[in-house]
């Protein structure tokens, strides 16, 4: 049996709609720190949408049908047993259909006509395993392999990790997590934090690590959108931190479109820089900083 | 209980001298956000404690049930160790910034659950629009429950 450092040097990658839009240097950094790393990254073939936000909302069991056709390709089609989705939104879909799939008949009923409907073969709970970027990383290079292979270490850059509310949340279907030392933590997640301070960074003591930035009402209601995110920005900047850290494309593009807003509505300017961590990483790992989408970034 | 709109105020409060008196002020005002949610739920706000805090139990009486905000778990438990923090610290060199925080954290349970239920309504919470997934009826749902 292989281990998971193994398992994880080559995983299907769904990179979900966001990392063609708007996260599209989270795309390019998490490629490009794959490849730095010797890690295999095989894109899931003909991938869809997850179901965001927007389609959970109106029917959650399309969400999960829509999900669960990612993980039936990688493991009917692409004969893979990881999916690595390094989007929150993404992340949580998958694993939010991967529980509904062992724990709702209902769900199972529908995913099963919806599959046969479409033409491919029904994907059945523990066909594959989902985890994050951040997953990826940690668990297939490690701390102590990382160290080893920064060219440029970021030492005196202080970060603030923001990871958003999707990370963790909700904590039962992230079943990993919460399992003592080693593991994730819902409640204070780390392996961010691990990873930029191997890399040399100083971690800030950031007490909005898991808050909500308004990103699922950045359309509908602006304002608190841009309240949310200037609470996160100052907090950071109170903390003590130069660069805000991400590993979500909507906490990303909201904390650099919310921070522009406020200035331009409510008359606060707070100079923060937001950077995926991929970024940080490629950059420690000598990447030039346009290999990692640093120019695509509106805070660069 | 003072009305969203006057607490907000607190939150905005410049600090003053007396620390352990806008600690106070910051945390009975995170009471109140929460005791806002749980009426608009229909409940009677609970008067028990955990770990010490008031705070802390409301989260965990607002946690049960759908819509639920357990997602503010780690934004209560912040503004619960910021108290802690200045209140048994007050003369520390920080106790500003602290403060600072505190008020920040505090300011986000606030936006957080005030503001959906002053622009939204209870149930359009986050990213869970409970009344959209009840009254409509797409080829996958069941039939309703009465």
């Known amino acids: 049996m292989s281990t998971t450092k193994e398992k994880y040097k080559k995983v299907a990658y769904y990179p979900g709609c966001a990392l063609e839009g708007t996260g599209h240097s989270y795309n390019r950094s998490t490629k490009a720190v794959g490849k ?16 965001a936000m927007e389609v959970k909302n109106i029917d959650p069991k399309i969400q999960t049908y829509l999900s669960s056709r990612v993980m039936s390709t990688a493991a009917n089609e692409m004969d893979m047993d990881v999916v690595m989705a390094p989007c929150n939104g993404c992340y949580h879909n ?34 594959v395993e989902t985890i994050h970027a951040l997953d990826w990383i940690k668990d297939s290079i490690g701390e102590e392999g990382l160290k080893a292979r920064v060219k440029n270490s970021l030492e005196g850059i202080k970060v603030a990790n923001y990871y958003g509310c999707m990370y963790t949340r909700p904590r039962h279907i992230f079943p990993e997590k919460d399992q003592g030392p080693g593991s994730e933590s819902t409640s204070k997640p780390h392996f961010m934090d691990d990873l930029l301070a191997a890399a040399g960074a100083e971690n800030v003591d ?14 509908s209601d602006s304002d608190m959108s841009t309240k949310l995110v200037l609470n996160i920005l100052r907090a950071a900047k109170m903390s003590g931190a130069e660069v805000i850290a991400t590993e979500c494309p909507t906490c990303h593009s909201g904390l650099e479109m919310h921070q522009i807003r406020a200035e331009k509505n409510f008359g606060e300017k707070v100079d923060i820089k937001i950077l995926y961590f991929t970024q940080l990483l490629g950059i420690a790992l000598g990447l030039k900083q346009k290999k990692v989408g640093v120019h695509e970034n509106v805070s660069d | 209980m003072r009305t969203l709109a006057e607490l907000e105020t607190v939150f905005d409060t410049p600090p003053s001298d007396d ?14 956000v929460l005791e806002h949610w749980i009426v608009a739920r229909g409940d009677t706000p609970t008067q028990d404690t955990r770990e010490g805090f008031l705070l802390l139990a409301l989260h965990r009486q607002g946690t049960k ?6 997602a503010c778990r780690e934004t209560a438990r912040e503004v619960a160790y910021h108290y802690n923090l200045v209140t048994m610290q007050p003369g520390h060199s920080d106790i500003t910034n602290r403060l600072q925080l505190m008020g920040l954290v505090s300011k986000h349970l606030y936006l957080f659950i005030a503001g ?8 359009e919470f986050c990213c869970s629009s409970k009344p959209i997934r009840t009254t409509q009826d797409y080829e996958t749902t069941t039939p309703k429950e009465a």
Do not use: I, M
């Open chain 2, 116 to 123: 959906k239920l002053q622009v939204a309504g209870l149930g």
């Open chain 2, 19 to 32: 620390v352990a008196a806008v600690a106070e002020d910051l945390l009975r005002a995170s009471e109140e």
């Open chain 1, 94 to 127: 998958l694993k939010k259909a991967e529980y509904d799939l062992k724990n709702d008949e209902e769900s199972v009923e529908v995913v099963d006509r919806l599959s046969k409907k479409a033409g491919h073969k029904t994907y059945e709970a523990g066909q």
């Open chain 1, 206 to 219: 950031f007490p909005l690590k898991t808050a909500c930035c308004g990103g699922a009402h950045t359309l």
């Open chain 2, 65 to 70: 049930g759908d819509p639920s905000f357990n």
């Open chain 1, 36 to 51: 730095a790393l010797g890690l295999d990254l095989v894109e899931v073939k003909n991938w869809n949408c997850c179901g």
